[in-house]
């Protein structure tokens, strides 16, 4: 078995991808993963901005999680619609593109690329980061984790959708079911007692109120709770993955994803205002997170709540996952319209789109180096992104159902609209309330990643045009090329050169940069082993012309000879056959000079199309 | 001025090599600098030792400083001989191999090259060492600081010989004459106060005596103190590179490098005698050099002692250039003679072995790394390869004169012999005081680097016998290759390639890997733009294979293909035309999928000799 087999699986023929698509059971950790980890962070980075409230904080978690519900269904209705709409995948990209045209497709397509990177190095981050503050002594390892869990997602990934169903199903539902069973336990406490549970392990006191209330302040919570939203695109892109009949199966998992996440925001929300739960501060002493502490009142600190944080821990850094299994696919569909490079619309050996699965790997590490694996700073970036690509897609789906009309359309076009309002409204929201924190990154990034599109697209354009042809071969210039051999001693590699050379032509010319005293006896061995044998055929004397190197540079003499040639006889082609002796062991190669690989480097570097450059490889023996 | 020549310096002409050459004023910064500057801490190596001798320390160091200058002496007069008979370069190698056969040239070579690569190493640390124990700030970037003086002397180095004289000269001039006027300064002092001076800085009280005086404690100063004899053997190697008289020029160099040595050697002793200095525990608190104690008892801490330390900082970090004159020399007889790789031989654009500077300043940066940049550990290691080189070169000197023969043959037999006597019993002496130390490193260093060099002879070897060949070109067997070009779509680039396939022979085959639909329409453009116009040519019509790929991989078929072809057809020569784009940007590169490269490459791999690849660029235009 060899390494690529043991680490990626054997290859996958094309007729086997039936077999490699999906149910639900396995779509709800692929493209579920991101949007059910976000219910560990969303609440968390809404009540921390209510810190400033005090006590009050834990009241106002209510409006703002049903805010984020609400906003949450509604996005839900219409990405059901899209699935419906387009079966064979309909991302932002494909529905802003076909109903709002190319720039709206490519504005969305940039802006969620963006925040998939972001995803990826956010949610790996914000796992160690949890890992760390449990466990200080790893703290220093921090990139060192953080790049090993990149590692594994991407192998994971590689090996295809369906491995990474099987490996991320337990931990996904792990979390799941025990945060649920926390959040069950939590509220019939809460009923039977009346509305105010007495908590197993006291929640920290909150420091007194040092804000009012105000609509700017809530706002940004609000803001910072939409994060909980990303991810919800996933599926609604990934319909072709799914197990046949595909809409549907891709509807129950959306169907799924969403009610799980809602029904844990509620539960969430409705915990923290009866056990009086408010925030610590990040990164200040006795710091502990929101779910940690809600655990700790509801169950105490025994197995369950170091299982369930343990959970925690594992689908946050996990989460990073639903970015692997989509943002591939939302490249293809992007350069098969040629705005990205074409081989990452090429499926890899295990039938998934290898190519966007690296690139995606080697931005987020980049991303992850430069912040050290501390990547707090990013994360008020990322909802911007997923908002942005959200309302193209929902004012997308509007415009397609005016275009498509029939029954129902206007009730379609209702949910759409109305989503699309929503989101455009969060978008400006989230602007404004991370404008300074960040989301200022991202309004830069995405006219960049834009930019880079279009030039990609404009170049393809321009190679397609200039090597159009639907003109036959012109067989009346064939004539055989003039061939060049550079030689420096007779031996069979030369022999070889020179026999391919007269094989494909008659007009070979030897070519000897001077080196003194061996000069001389080549040109005697030229006399007897080229020269006659040729000269007996009725051919002409093929010529050895003898270079001077003032410099004791043996390659430039060769080229400017080859320019020169060129020049000297337009219109004809002009054969460079390099004789190279090719060694069994790579280790060897440092006993040759490489003299052949310069040459034909320079000969490409100079680039004329009438000169080709043909290399007759020696093999040494003894393999 | 490009890069390059902002670098390194412009071309040189292997005409101006005589200008190039140097008289004894370069000669002695550039071949002495190591020998000088072991001036700076042989003597301290040697006094170290003596610590658990208390004061009495300060009074052995003159019969110990009084052995090595007698040794010294001999090793001088031998080496003036050895430049007399080997006025072509006599390095240890040389006179080793041709006086006592090839095995013991491999042994003095690999002694001397593994001491050259310590020698850089050691030295730069030891002056980055001196720097940061004056300047604690910069402790954490001791290897950074290594790393950069090696790519300075690197540099310095490319730029050739004379360039490197020329830099190294204010450094050495202003270590000698500081050196010789502090000791000059000291001396008189010591004899107006009647062989008592009074020091104007006190030197560290000595601890009491902790050990009584033995022969071992004396031998393992020697021993230490030896390591100020590395670097005498450099002028002997480089005898080439000075002026004419070459040999005469070389001599003179090194009388004056080593009186100048001598001359510091025994002031210094006589001044650490007289003002009883003993060494300080290096990595203690209060450490001091003894040079340091020494200037500063004779001359206090004024401008003078500041001037005279940093000129020893700079020559010891810049000590290592005396290896990075001779290693490259040394590199390039030994792969004349085919026991190292032969790049090793060839002079760059400025006259000087470029590869060998690369390879010693690769494998030095490679110790600074591994140790971090603290090489202490290293220095027991590095005198035994010196004095093995000193023993073998001066035994071969022996055999030589009884070869030779002559008048005068029996003194310079008398002064080679003992010169070999002195500087073996040296090699026992210094094996065995700094076994344990290290001084094993190398005895194991060594015989790998000869395993090394006689592998390499023996490859070159099988090489020519393979390649080697005395016949003529065989010319019944000219017969045009069978030509495939592997074909996507119809293009000017597939054309291009067409068309010289047609050039070269008759017999071409376009081969197309099955991808659907484009398949059928590519049919029908081969029978309108190749078969009829071939066909009109009265030749057979030429045939489009398509073949299918299950794993949808494009190079893999084609190989196969080709391979296959090979087999049907012994005796033929099968050459693969493959189209490729070339694009004048380096950055389109991404835009294109490098199947062209890969093909090649597995072609190559593949290894038939009758397979040859012959790439048809089409250059984009836009340049």
């Given at each position: 078995?060899?390494?690529?087999?043991?680490?990626?699986?054997?290859?996958?023929?094309?007729?086997?991808?039936?077999?490699?698509?999906?149910?639900?059971?396995?779509?709800?950790?692929?493209?579920?993963?991101?949007?059910?980890?976000?219910?560990?962070?969303?609440?968390?980075?809404?009540?921390?901005?209510?810190?400033?409230?005090?006590?009050?904080?834990?009241?106002?978690?209510?409006?703002?999680?049903?805010?984020?519900?609400?906003?949450?269904?509604?996005?839900?209705?219409?990405?059901?619609?899209?699935?419906?709409?387009?079966?064979?995948?309909?991302?932002?990209?494909?529905?802003?593109?076909?109903?709002?045209?190319?720039?709206?497709?490519?504005?969305?397509?940039?802006?969620?690329?963006?925040?998939?990177?972001?995803?990826?190095?956010?949610?790996?981050?914000?796992?160690?980061?949890?890992?760390?503050?449990?466990?200080?002594?790893?703290?220093?390892?921090?990139?060192?984790?953080?790049?090993?869990?990149?590692?594994?997602?991407?192998?994971?990934?590689?090996?295809?959708?369906?491995?990474?169903?099987?490996?991320?199903?337990?931990?996904?539902?792990?979390?799941?079911?025990?945060?649920?069973?926390?959040?069950?336990?939590?509220?019939?406490?809460?009923?039977?007692?009346?509305?105010?549970?007495?908590?197993?392990?006291?929640?920290?006191?909150?420091?007194?109120?040092?804000?009012?209330?105000?609509?700017?302040?809530?706002?940004?919570?609000?803001?910072?709770?939409?994060?909980?939203?990303?991810?919800?695109?996933?599926?609604?892109?990934?319909?072709?993955?799914?197990?046949?009949?595909?809409?549907?199966?891709?509807?129950?998992?959306?169907?799924?994803?969403?009610?799980?996440?809602?029904?844990?925001?509620?539960?969430?929300?409705?915990?923290?205002?009866?056990?009086?739960?408010?925030?610590?501060?990040?990164?200040?002493?006795?710091?502990?997170?929101?779910?940690?502490?809600?655990?700790?009142?509801?169950?105490?600190?025994?197995?369950?709540?170091?299982?369930?944080?343990?959970?925690?821990?594992?689908?946050?850094?996990?989460?990073?996952?639903?970015?692997?299994?989509?943002?591939?696919?939302?490249?293809?569909?992007?350069?098969?319209?040629?705005?990205?490079?074409?081989?990452?619309?090429?499926?890899?050996?295990?039938?998934?789109?290898?190519?966007?699965?690296?690139?995606?790997?080697?931005?987020?590490?980049?991303?992850?180096?430069?912040?050290?694996?501390?990547?707090?700073?990013?994360?008020?970036?990322?909802?911007?992104?997923?908002?942005?690509?959200?309302?193209?897609?929902?004012?997308?789906?509007?415009?397609?159902?005016?275009?498509?009309?029939?029954?129902?359309?206007?009730?379609?076009?209702?949910?759409?609209?109305?989503?699309?309002?929503?989101?455009?409204?969060?978008?400006?929201?989230?602007?404004?309330?991370?404008?300074?924190?960040?989301?200022?990154?991202?309004?830069?990034?995405?006219?960049?990643?834009?930019?880079?599109?279009?030039?990609?697209?404009?170049?393809?354009?321009?190679?397609?045009?200039?090597?159009?042809?639907?003109?036959?071969?012109?067989?009346?210039?064939f004539r055989p090329p003039m061939v060049v051999v550079p030689i420096d001693r007779w031996s069979r590699v030369a022999k070889q050169a020179f026999t391919f050379a007269f094989n494909i032509s008659p007009d070979v010319v030897g070519l000897h940069v001077d080196s003194g005293e061996r000069t001389v006896y080549l040109q005697k061995q030229w006399q007897d082993y080229v020269e006659h044998p040729v000269q007996e055929l009725g051919m002409g004397a093929p010529k050895l012309v003898c270079l001077k190197s003032?410099?004791?540079?043996i390659i430039?003499p060769i080229v400017?000879y080859v320019?020169q040639l060129e020049?000297a006889n337009?219109?004809r082609q002009i054969a460079v056959v390099i004789p190279e002796l090719v060694?069994?062991?790579?280790?060897?190669?440092?006993?040759h000079n490489?003299r052949a690989?310069?040459l034909k480097?320079?000969l490409?570097?100079?680039?004329?199309?009438r000169i080709i450059v043909i290399n007759v490889p020696w093999y040494m023996q003894?393999?």
């Open positions: 078995m060899s390494l690529g087999t043991f680490l990626f699986g054997s290859p996958l023929a094309s007729s086997q991808e039936r077999a490699e698509r999906i149910g639900a059971a396995a779509g709800i950790p692929i493209f579920g993963l991101d949007a059910l980890s976000s219910a560990a962070y969303g609440p968390e980075a809404a009540l921390t901005l209510l810190i400033p409230l005090g006590a009050a904080g834990s009241l106002y978690i209510v409006p703002i999680s049903a805010s984020i519900i609400v906003l949450l269904t509604i996005v839900f209705f219409s990405y059901r619609q899209t699935i419906e709409a387009y079966p064979g995948g309909g991302g932002s990209y494909t529905v802003a593109r076909e109903n709002l045209g190319v720039s709206a497709g490519l504005l969305a397509a940039a802006a969620l690329m963006i925040d998939y990177i972001l995803v990826v190095a956010v949610g790996i981050s914000a796992g160690v980061g949890a890992l760390v503050s449990a466990a200080p002594d790893l703290q220093r390892h921090t990139l060192l984790l953080c790049l090993g869990i990149l590692v594994l997602i991407t192998l994971v990934n590689l090996r295809g959708v369906r491995e990474a169903g099987a490996v991320f199903m337990i931990p996904t539902y792990l979390f799941v079911g025990t945060l649920l069973v926390a959040i069950g336990i939590g509220v019939v406490k809460s009923l039977l007692s009346g509305g105010h549970p007495a908590p197993v392990v006291t929640p920290p006191a909150s420091r007194g109120a040092a804000a009012a209330v105000g609509v700017w302040l809530l706002l940004k919570a609000f803001a910072s709770g939409c994060t909980a939203m990303t991810g919800v695109e996933a599926v609604s892109n990934g319909v072709k993955a799914f197990r046949e009949p595909t809409a549907p199966t891709a509807r129950r998992t959306l169907t799924i994803i969403i009610a799980l996440l809602i029904v844990m925001l509620a539960g969430i929300a409705y915990l923290v205002r009866a056990y009086g739960i408010v925030a610590t501060d990040p990164g200040q002493p006795g710091y502990q997170s929101v779910l940690s502490i809600m655990l700790g009142a509801v169950t105490g600190k025994g197995l369950f709540y170091y299982v369930t944080i343990g959970s925690i821990l594992l689908v946050l850094a996990l989460s990073a996952n639903t970015a692997f299994a989509d943002f591939p696919r939302l490249c293809r569909v992007i350069a098969l319209d040629g705005f990205l490079p074409r081989s990452l619309a090429i499926r890899g050996r295990r039938l998934i789109y290898s190519q966007g699965v690296y690139v995606l790997a080697a931005l987020s590490a980049l991303l992850l180096i430069v912040f050290g694996g501390v990547t707090d700073r990013l994360i008020p970036l990322f909802a911007v992104g997923a908002f942005l690509a959200f309302t193209l897609s929902q004012t997308g789906m509007v415009f397609h159902w005016k275009r498509v009309g029939g029954r129902g359309a206007r009730h379609s076009i209702f949910v759409n609209g109305f989503g699309a309002l929503a989101t455009g409204l969060t978008v400006v929201v989230v602007l404004v309330a991370k404008f300074l924190e960040g989301a200022w990154i991202t309004l830069l990034l995405i006219p960049g990643l834009l930019l880079l599109m279009v030039s990609v697209r404009r170049q393809y354009h321009r190679v397609a045009l200039e090597i159009d042809c639907q003109t036959p071969l012109e067989l009346k210039s003032e410099y004791r540079f430039n400017d320019l020049r337009p219109g060694e069994h062991r790579w280790y060897y190669f440092f006993l490489q690989a310069a480097a320079l490409y570097l100079k680039g004329s199309p003894g393999r």
